[in-house]
C-alpha cells in the first residue's frame, strides 16, 4: 500500500499540474467550428453525438440531426429531440441494407439524406449538425466521400458538425478536428440480451 502524500506534497502536485493546463488552455485561442467524427465497433457513438445535442441545445444553439439509417423503427432520441423548437430533426433513412434488400431504395435514401443534410451544411443559422451513421453510406458506396468532404470543407466557419458510424474513411478522419473510436470489448447483445429501450434505441 502507497505512503499517504502529504497536504502539502499534494498541493505543490496539483499546482505544476494546473499550471500547465492553464497553459495549454491560453495557447487554444482560436475560434472556430469543428468536425466531430465518432467511429470505431463499441456502443455509444450516436449517444455521445446526442450529449452534444443536449449540451448545444441547452446554449439555445439551433441544430440538425440528420440520420442516414434509422427512420424505419421508432428512437428514443427522435421521441425527445424532434419536438423541441430549436431542433431540426430528419430521420431518413430506410434501415439496414440486410433489411432492406433493396439497393435502388438504399440508394434514394441515401440521397435525399445527403441533399437534406448539405442544405443544413450551408445555412450559417445552424450552430450544430448531426450526420448519424454517415460512415455506412461510404462502406456501402452510396454517397461520394470527396463531395461530401468537399461540402464539409466549405461549411460555415463558426459551425460544429459531429459524424457517427463505425468504419469511418481514413480520408474524413483526416479533414475531422477530433476523432473518437470507441472500443467493443463486450455487449450484452452477445450474451443473448435484447436491445433495450431508452439504450440501444
Not at 502539502?8 to 499550471?19: D, G, L, N, P
Not at 449517444?47 to 423503427?73: D, E, N, T
Not at 443534410?117 to 450551408?122: D, H, I, V, W, Y
Amino acid at each position: 500500500m502507497k505512503k499517504p502524500v502529504s497536504a502539502e506534497k499534494h498541493q505543490q502536485r496539483m499546482a505544476k499540474v494546473k499550471e500547465k493546463i492553464d497553459q495549454k488552455i491560453a495557447s487554444a485561442d482560436k475560434q472556430q467550428g469543428i468536425i466531430i467524427v465518432l467511429t470505431g465497433n463499441g456502443k455509444g457513438k450516436s449517444s455521445s453525438a446526442f450529449g452534444m445535442l443536449a449540451r448545444s441545445l441547452g446554449y439555445g444553439y439551433q441544430c440538425s440531426v440528420i440520420q442516414f439509417i434509422k427512420g424505419a423503427w421508432e428512437c428514443g432520441e427522435e421521441l425527445f429531440f424532434a419536438e423541441h423548437p430549436k431542433v431540426d430533426y430528419h430521420a431518413l433513412g430506410a434501415g439496414f441494407t440486410w433489411e432492406t434488400q433493396n439497393r435502388e431504395a438504399d440508394q434514394l435514401a441515401a440521397s435525399k439524406a445527403w441533399e437534406m443534410a448539405q442544405e443544413r451544411l450551408m445555412n450559417p443559422d445552424f450552430n450544430l449538425v448531426i450526420l448519424d451513421e454517415l460512415t455506412y453510406m461510404f462502406t456501402q458506396g452510396l454517397l461520394d466521400l470527396d463531395s461530401v468532404i468537399e461540402t464539409l470543407q466549405q461549411r460555415p466557419a463558426h459551425q460544429n458538425v459531429v459524424i457517427t458510424g463505425r468504419g469511418a474513411p481514413e480520408a474524413l478522419q483526416e479533414v475531422a478536428d477530433t476523432v473518437s473510436e470507441i472500443k467493443d470489448v463486450k455487449h450484452a447483445f452477445r450474451q443473448g440480451i435484447m436491445a433495450q429501450r431508452g439504450i440501444e434505441y
